[in-house]
């Protein structure tokens, strides 16, 4: 073999071994995955603003636009386009109490959470009952999809890759549930925070089956800090026939919440 031809061969050898060096950096064994999703989770952590500093936190209130685009099946294979925007507001009572409406015709919404019962309410269909999965949603809607609010809900927490994704590059974390079910968080990784989480929904769509779910894609951006705390101003939330636009103008912490914030609206005597 020509030097040339044993240079060739040699440049060939070192490439491969750093392609397979760079694969095993963005795939690690399974052994030590698990490890490595808890760094990447505490970082978050600290991004946020710290353990201490997010328990401090006992209530908050947003409030702020949205913007909705999607569809409705109106006959089978048939849609109609769908737009509302309005106004947003939101409030949350440690540990887990939630009160949120949407108010902008033609979609006006409120949904609840008292820390025991669970309440949905639309003017034509009144107050109704809602699921243990709903809760859990409302409640990742009331810590603004912050996966610390929400991390016990996991089993385990495994490291997936790092590689750009819609943009920043992000680390990301599957997290299986204890349905077996896994959900997805992508960790700016220059930043640490979450800038999208994928999460399973009791489905379909518009409206809710006991066992049936499809995955939504939430967006997480404008992250500003109030009291010690890392908050998203803007959420865009994608479903399969919508999506949705939340943009906070105002965001305060540890206020004086009433209790009566958290109840069903009174059913009307009519």
Not at 58 to 68: C, M, P
Not at 74 to 98: I, L, N
Not at 217 to 241: A, C, E, K
Not at 252 to 268: G, V, Y
Request: a positive charge; hydrophobic letters at 35%; charged letters at 25%.
């Amino acid at each position: 073999m020509s030097r040339k031809s044993l240079l060739a061969v040699v440049v060939c050898l070192i490439a491969s071994s750093t392609f397979a060096y760079r694969d095993h950096q963005e795939r690690p064994p399974e052994s030590s995955r698990q490890a490595m999703a808890q760094r990447v989770f505490d970082r978050y952590v600290k991004a946020l603003g710290g353990q201490e500093a997010y328990a401090n936190i006992t209530s908050r209130s947003l409030k702020g636009k949205f913007e909705y685009n999607g569809s409705s099946q109106t006959t089978p294979g048939s849609f109609a386009a769908q737009r509302a925007e309005g106004t947003v507001e939101s409030y949350w009572k440690a540990p887990d109490k939630v009160a949120q409406a949407l108010l902008g015709p033609p979609l006006v919404v409120r949904r609840g959470f008292n820390g025991k019962d669970a309440w949905g309410f639309h003017p034509q269909a009144g107050v109704r009952k809602i699921s243990p999965v709903e809760i859990n949603e409302i409640i990742r809607d009331g810590a603004l999809y912050q996966p610390i609010a929400f991390s016990k809900h996991y089993v385990e927490l495994s490291y997936d890759s790092r590689r750009r994704v819609d943009g920043p590059e992000v680390d990301i974390i599957d997290a299986t549930k204890k349905d077996n079910r896994k959900e997805r968080f992508y960790f700016d990784s220059s930043t640490g925070l979450p800038v999208r989480l994928d999460l399973w929904e009791e489905g379909p769509e518009g409206a809710r089956i006991e066992g049936e779910y499809y995955l939504a894609h939430y967006y997480l951006g404008d992250y500003r800090t109030i009291n010690g705390v890392q908050v998203p101003f803007s959420i865009r939330r994608v479903r399969p026939h919508s999506t949705m636009i939340f943009t906070f103008t105002e965001v305060k912490h540890n206020i004086a919440l009433d209790d009566s914030i958290f109840e069903a609206p009174r059913q009307s005597s009519k």
